[in-house]
């Protein structure tokens, strides 16, 4: 068995190209951009992976959208110029730059090669790579195509696109949207004059007009400043007077709440008053009813004993009034008689007589 051999010089790094990524990007922040994506260490030019396998899993993964661009992970840059140069799969697009990140989504096949924000201001221009021609013409057949409210327009690969406006018939520098450029005959020549800015203003008058605008501008600036001091003053004063009146509401409030808490002390008071009145008020509405009750028992004897006395009063008249009847009887027959003793027998009798039949009895002893 060999022994295994001691190599003492550090592996080369494994690189991979990805891309386009703009100028002005700092590579540090797009390493952190891309580190989540892809197991990446530096970008010096290329990215440094730590494998094969990292470098082979970030070329199957899709492009990452980052500064406005799509980066793709490559083995090496030549992969994407050779793409670029591949016309017969190339379709440009133009759409709004709000939708270049839903592109994936909305057209299903390819990918971004490169997208274009710097042309123009109204819409971005992608290059759009299709696997095959076939897929790369239908779309081209679609023109202009909306969905779910993005617009889209199709061209060919090679087309000459106006990159103000968008349109085939001519180029950016033909276009009519763009203010035409003056050019001078060329028998016209400019007369010497002092020296000049880049402007055609001499740089005296330049400084002149300068100094006269700063004036201006230092003139309009402290006229704000005063207007800015006179409302932070009316502020101020407003503050104070605010201020005042707020002490005044408080010392209202405060003596308004001292009178409040005094009358309800003294409702308190008055409560407790009451409660006492009411307490003994009911004391002697109790002992009113207690005696009340007695007075009725006394009143119901009462009139029990006046019913009794009424009848016995009856009894008593009626026997009076017999008894005068009968006495009047007798003492008229008294004072017709000759013979008072034997009227007198018989009154008796007679008065014996009545009482027997008042009473039933039969003898004068039974009386």
């Known amino acids: 068995m060999t022994d295994l051999m001691i190599v003492d010089a550090q592996a080369s790094a494994i690189t991979g190209w990805v891309g386009p990524v703009p100028f002005s990007v700092d590579p540090q922040a797009t390493v952190a951009r891309l580190k989540p994506y892809y197991n990446v260490d530096a970008l010096l030019g290329h990215l440094s992976y730590k494998s094969q396998d990292d470098l082979a899993s970030a070329i199957n993964k899709p492009s990452t959208f980052f500064r406005g661009q799509d980066i793709h992970a490559m083995t090496d840059v030549k992969e994407w110029f050779n793409q670029r140069a591949d016309q017969a799969k190339n379709v440009q ?3 709004a730059y709000n939708t270049i ?4 989504g909305l057209l299903a096949k390819g990918h971004a090669l490169l997208v274009d924000n710097c042309h123009a201001r109204s819409f971005s221009r992608i290059l759009w790579r299709y696997e095959s021609k076939e897929d790369a013409d239908a779309a081209v057949g679609l023109g202009e195509y909306a969905l779910n409210s993005h617009d ?4 060919p690969g090679t087309a000459k696109l106006c990159f103000s406006c968008g349109s085939l018939d001519h180029l950016r520098n033909a276009c009519p949207t763009r203010p035409p450029v003056k050019t001078l005959p060329p028998s016209f020549s400019f007369p010497a004059p002092a020296p000049a800015s880049a402007g055609g203003v001499s740089y005296a008058d330049a400084a002149k007009q300068a100094l006269n605008k700063v004036d201006s501008v230092e ?6 400043v005063a207007y800015l001091a006179g409302q932070v003053n009316d502020m101020k004063e407003q503050l104070a007077k605010f201020r005042a009146r707020q002490d005044e509401l408080l010392a209202a409030l405060k003596l308004a709440q001292d009178k409040v808490a005094k009358q309800v002390e003294e409702l308190d008071t008055c409560q407790e008053s009451l409660a006492s009145t009411v307490k003994g008020l009911s004391a002697s509405l109790e002992t009113l009813t207690t005696e009340l009750d007695a007075e009725s028992e006394m009143v119901a004897e ?3 004993h006046k019913a009794r006395m009424s009848e016995w009063y009856m009894r008593v008249n009626r026997d009076l009034a017999i008894v005068e009847a009968d006495l009047a009887v007798v003492l008229d027959e008294l004072w017709q008689s000759k013979d008072f003793a034997a009227a007198l027998t018989a009154a008796q009798e007679l008065s014996w007589a009545h009482k027997a039949k008042k009473k039933g009895v039969l003898s004068p002893e039974d009386i």
């Open 93 to 95: 697009i133009l759409c």
């Open 101 to 104: 990140r839903q592109l994936p």
């Open 152 to 155: 889209l327009r199709f061209f």
């Open 219 to 224: 003139r309009d600036l402290r006229a704000e």
């Open 302 to 304: 009462l009139k029990a």
